[in-house]
């Protein structure tokens, strides 16, 4: 970016991290007209309850700061109603901006510089430079073989060695779909009592495992769960994460943010949205169906592919995957350049829509793979 200060030589330095930190971005303008399977985000949109509660809102709900009352306790409500925690009480979760905003604050209520923060490779693309940020060691531990298998034994013997000040997991991963038993969650949180373990489990509803309906987290004080309704309930827009936790890490994660970082409007679409599970249940329904017709679907055709938990698969186009994506874009599909990334370099991650949605992509993803391999 070119700067716009004739003192460019002389603008006061940020920290030493942030000077050698390039910004977390992502391909994100541009995108509504088309069939977006680039983010994972929910294809169909939020519950009608959703879009009427926002069109509800007063006007002096936008004049005067959000409140949040009674919100911890319909998270708790709607995890109680689908069997997900008996026992957890509204302290316990924690409201952020975004999943994404979790993480930060994670980040900057436990990683000092120089601990060290132990995560997995390839995975989600924020957890790294939250690390930097803090100044942070990573160690990055990478998937195993061909099909991405959990490296858990490295990950057992790093917790027992160096004790970690952070383990951040996700699980199912993003973009693996690599998925991991929620009983390991547990032993990791064992071996290493005084290390943070944040799993962060926001494609779990999309065949996954959550640790939720096992974990008591007056025993196991030092693991925290990341959830969001951006995926599930079509939320993404509006921003709007939980970490579910022991209170005390609940409670310190807070302590770095904000008052009102989460909005009004995300409060009124996140009541409406956890009043209205089926909706997200039909839909999730509705993707898991279609995962199991892509399945048979992929299965005919000559490109390797990995699909296993969450809402997208890797397909490895016989072309450059770059070359892919922006003929996929041409033909209206939006959909992830994995090129360059550890293992999966050569693919795409394509997100998981309806089926209607993906005969789209399958049929145009086949008409380019004919056309450039016959060049
Ligand atoms: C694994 C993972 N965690 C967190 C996020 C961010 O979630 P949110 O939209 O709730 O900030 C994403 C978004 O793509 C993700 O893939």
């Known amino acids: 970016m070119q700067s716009d200060s004739i003192f460019s030589n002389?603008?006061?330095?940020?920290?030493?991290?942030?000077?050698?930190?390039?910004?977390?971005?992502?391909?994100?303008?541009?995108?509504?007209?088309?069939?977006?399977?680039?983010?994972?985000?929910?294809?169909?949109?939020?519950?009608?309850?959703?879009?009427?509660?926002?069109q509800n809102i007063p006007a002096h709900h936008i004049s005067i700061y959000p409140e949040y009352e009674?919100?911890?306790?319909?998270?708790?409500?709607?995890?109680?109603?689908?069997?997900?925690?008996?026992?957890?009480?509204?302290?316990?979760?924690?409201?952020?901006?975004?999943?994404?905003?979790?993480?930060?604050?994670?980040?900057?209520?436990?990683?000092?510089?120089?601990?060290?923060?132990?995560?997995?490779?390839?995975?989600?693309?924020?957890?790294?430079?939250?690390?930097?940020?803090?100044?942070?060691?990573?160690?990055?531990?990478?998937?195993?073989?061909?099909?991405?298998?959990?490296?858990?034994?490295?990950?057992?013997?790093?917790?027992?060695?160096?004790?970690?000040?952070?383990?951040?997991?996700?699980?199912?991963?993003?973009?693996?779909?690599?998925?991991?038993?929620?009983?390991?969650?547990?032993?990791?949180?064992?071996?290493?009592?005084?290390?943070?373990?944040?799993?962060?489990?926001?494609?779990?509803?999309f065949a996954g495992d959550s640790v939720l309906p096992i974990v008591n987290f007056r025993y196991t004080p030092n693991l925290i769960i990341l959830r969001s309704l951006a995926k599930t309930a079509g939320l993404a827009g509006l921003r709007i994460g939980f970490a579910i936790g022991s209170s005390d890490v609940v409670n310190r994660i807070h302590r770095v943010?904000?008052?009102?970082?989460?909005?009004?409007?995300?409060?009124?679409?996140?009541?409406?949205?956890?009043?209205?599970?089926?909706?997200?249940?039909?839909?999730?329904?509705?993707?898991l169906n279609s995962r199991h017709w892509l399945e048979s679907r992929l299965e005919t055709l000559p490109n390797r592919y990995h699909l296993e938990g969450g809402n997208f698969f890797l397909i490895w186009p016989r072309s450059n995957s770059c070359d892919m994506v922006k003929s996929l874009k041409l033909k209206g599909i939006l959909v992830r350049d994995m090129s360059g990334k550890k293992l999966i370099d050569g693919s795409i991650r394509v997100s998981i829509g309806t089926i209607e949605q993906m005969q789209k992509f399958l049929d145009a993803f086949s008409s380019i793979e004919k056309s450039s391999c016959s060049i």
């Open 257 to 287: 943010t904000g008052p009102y970082d989460v909005n009004s409007f995300a409060v009124t679409a996140a009541f409406a949205a956890l009043a209205d599970q089926s909706y997200t249940d039909n839909y999730v329904r509705e993707i």
């Open 10 to 54: 002389n603008i006061p330095s940020a920290r030493k991290e942030i000077e050698s930190l390039r910004s977390y971005s992502a391909p994100l303008e541009g995108r509504r007209e088309l069939l977006r399977l680039d983010f994972n985000e929910n294809t169909l949109g939020p519950s009608p309850a959703v879009l009427e509660a926002l």
């Open 70 to 205: 009674g919100l911890r306790e319909a998270v708790v409500a709607n995890l109680r109603g689908r069997g997900l925690a008996s026992s957890l009480n509204p302290d316990q979760i924690g409201l952020f901006n975004g999943v994404d905003a979790a993480i930060n604050a994670i980040f900057h209520a436990y990683g000092d510089r120089e601990d060290l923060l132990l995560t997995t490779n390839p995975t989600f693309g924020y957890y790294m430079p939250c690390a930097y940020m803090q100044g942070m060691e990573v160690v990055a531990v990478s998937y195993e073989g061909f099909d991405f298998k959990f490296p858990i034994d490295t990950i057992k013997k790093i917790l027992l060695d160096r004790k970690p000040k952070l383990l951040i997991l996700c699980n199912p991963n993003n973009p693996t779909g690599t998925r991991l038993d929620a009983e390991i969650v547990l032993e990791f949180a064992s071996l290493s009592p005084e290390t943070l373990i944040v799993i962060d489990e926001l494609y779990e509803a």
